[in-house]
């Protein structure tokens, strides 16, 4: 995962922790993608002049409506509910990271979100390739195999347009200042049944 740059790898033992509670695991992820999907939404409402983001990020925000679907099929499948929306601690501190825009810089905003959004896609590719290397059970394994690759793409996206819009904004610099708070916080996490617990 040396692309992602993430400084910090998942330990593979939080897969048995998630092994004892697959229902929780599938109702967390449904809604991890939800809202990834919303967030896309949010970023093309709020950054609406630029053509190609918006079609990039609306056939993004269609792929994740689309893995909602296949997780909840997943449960469906397994006879298991999908639970009431769940609440992402780590998400929720990646947010309270992101620079809030007091000077009225729309580019300074638009940077900012795509960076938290390149981070949470980013760790998320990286539980999906532990779970999908240590799962003992083959049908989640290729599936989150599958998932991963797709989440690797959506990191990718979100960086790329951070770079092109990020003018006059040392994004290299403020992408590394991300991954060392991500760093900073992760090891808190991992003890959970959740994608990002």
Known sequence: MSVLRLKLPTDPRWVNIVEKNIEEILTDHAWCEQKAATNAITIITNNSEHQDLVKD???LAKEEI???EQVHNIIIKRGLKLGRERKDDYVNELY???KK???GS???SLVERLLFSAMVEARSCERFKVLSDNINDEELSVFYRDLMESE???YTTFITYARKYGVGIDV???WREWIEFEASIIE???KNETIHG
């Open 101 to 103: 825009s007091g000077n």
């Open 57 to 59: 990020l609306l056939a």
């Open 106 to 108: 729309r580019v300074s």
């Open 96 to 98: 309270l990271y992101m």
């Open 66 to 68: 689309d893995h909602f």
């Open 172 to 174: 290299e610099k403020r």
């Open 152 to 154: 690797a793409g959506h």
């Open 188 to 190: 808190n996490y991992g």
